[in-house]
């Protein structure tokens, strides 16, 4: 069993997985790869039991039984890793927006830098996104910039989500009580990081939208976070919030 988990959420993501998949397990570090697969009508979990019988013991798969949000998935995927020893834990998209490359560079920031929780950062050096409308930038952007205003997190892409958790992070974050599922879930798990003391960096990375596949992202799950993000804050200041 290798050291370093990736977990990788998907709901129709069979035109990505193989290949995702295959690519992680070339990289030069050894990692293991968890699916977290909500019943996807194009059968992505069919395919990744037939990859299982050729990556055994290093591709892994998590079944459930509908579509319940992105924040839900990786809290089942982290409860599932502390289970076992992994001592990296990675947040990764399935599809190819997030660089396998670049996860050799988070887990180095982590194992070798000093940080206990690294981020793929698409804005630490300016804008470093590909393919997107103009538009979509902008609220991702802006959106991001508001978070930092009003948690006072000094990160530059609070929203993102390549990331790489030392297992200690998971272990002190009360995960059942994580209350957002979409996008804002993301800023959530930054935000108590944070204030539990934790030191996190971001890695720039190039961000490159979908080319297969279709986007879940809508105005909804960025509104989530936006509007969400206030109240969490105005929480945090009372001793009853719970980290």
């Given at each position: 069993m290798a050291s370093s988990l990736v977990i990788i959420?998907?709901?129709n993501e069979a035109e990505n997985i193989e290949k995702l998949v295959r690519n992680i397990f070339a990289q030069q570090r050894a990692f293991d790869v968890l699916v977290v697969d909500d019943n996807s009508p194009d059968k992505t979990a069919v395919l990744v039991k037939s990859l299982q019988q050729e990556f055994i013991g290093q591709l892994h798969l998590l079944e459930r039984p509908?579509?319940?949000?992105?924040g839900t998935a990786y809290i089942a995927g982290f409860k599932w890793a502390l289970k076992r020893d992994y001592a990296y834990i990675f947040e990764m998209d399935a599809d190819f927006s997030h660089a396998p490359n670049d996860l050799i560079r988070l887990y180095n920031a982590c194992s070798k830098g000093g940080a206990d929780l690294a981020i793929g950062s698409r804005y630490?050096?300016?804008v470093n996104v590909v393919n997107w409308p103009m538009g979509r930038v902008l609220m991702s952007y802006i959106a991001s910039k508001y978070v930092r205003f009003i948690t006072g997190l000094d990160i530059a892409d609070t929203t993102a989500g390549f990331i790489c958790y030392k297992r200690e992070v998971l272990e002190q974050i009360t995960l059942d009580k994580i209350k957002f599922v979409g996008y804002a879930f993301q800023i959530e798990m930054k935000f108590k990081a944070h204030l539990l003391g934790f030191n996190i960096t971001e890695v720039p990375v190039i961000f490159v939208d979908r080319t297969k596949g279709t986007s879940k992202m809508s105005?909804?799950?960025?509104s989530e976070a936006v509007f969400g993000v206030l109240g969490m804050k105005i929480k945090s200041l009372f001793k009853s919030y719970e980290i």
């Amino acid at each position: 069993m290798a050291s370093s988990l990736v977990i990788i959420p998907t709901y129709n993501e069979a035109e990505n997985i193989e290949k995702l998949v295959r690519n992680i397990f070339a990289q030069q570090r050894a990692f293991d790869v968890l699916v977290v697969d909500d019943n996807s009508p194009d059968k992505t979990a069919v395919l990744v039991k037939s990859l299982q019988q050729e990556f055994i013991g290093q591709l892994h798969l998590l079944e459930r039984p509908g579509k319940n949000g992105l924040g839900t998935a990786y809290i089942a995927g982290f409860k599932w890793a502390l289970k076992r020893d992994y001592a990296y834990i990675f947040e990764m998209d399935a599809d190819f927006s997030h660089a396998p490359n670049d996860l050799i560079r988070l887990y180095n920031a982590c194992s070798k830098g000093g940080a206990d929780l690294a981020i793929g950062s698409r804005y630490k050096t300016g804008v470093n996104v590909v393919n997107w409308p103009m538009g979509r930038v902008l609220m991702s952007y802006i959106a991001s910039k508001y978070v930092r205003f009003i948690t006072g997190l000094d990160i530059a892409d609070t929203t993102a989500g390549f990331i790489c958790y030392k297992r200690e992070v998971l272990e002190q974050i009360t995960l059942d009580k994580i209350k957002f599922v979409g996008y804002a879930f993301q800023i959530e798990m930054k935000f108590k990081a944070h204030l539990l003391g934790f030191n996190i960096t971001e890695v720039p990375v190039i961000f490159v939208d979908r080319t297969k596949g279709t986007s879940k992202m809508s105005t909804g799950i960025f509104s989530e976070a936006v509007f969400g993000v206030l109240g969490m804050k105005i929480k945090s200041l009372f001793k009853s919030y719970e980290i």
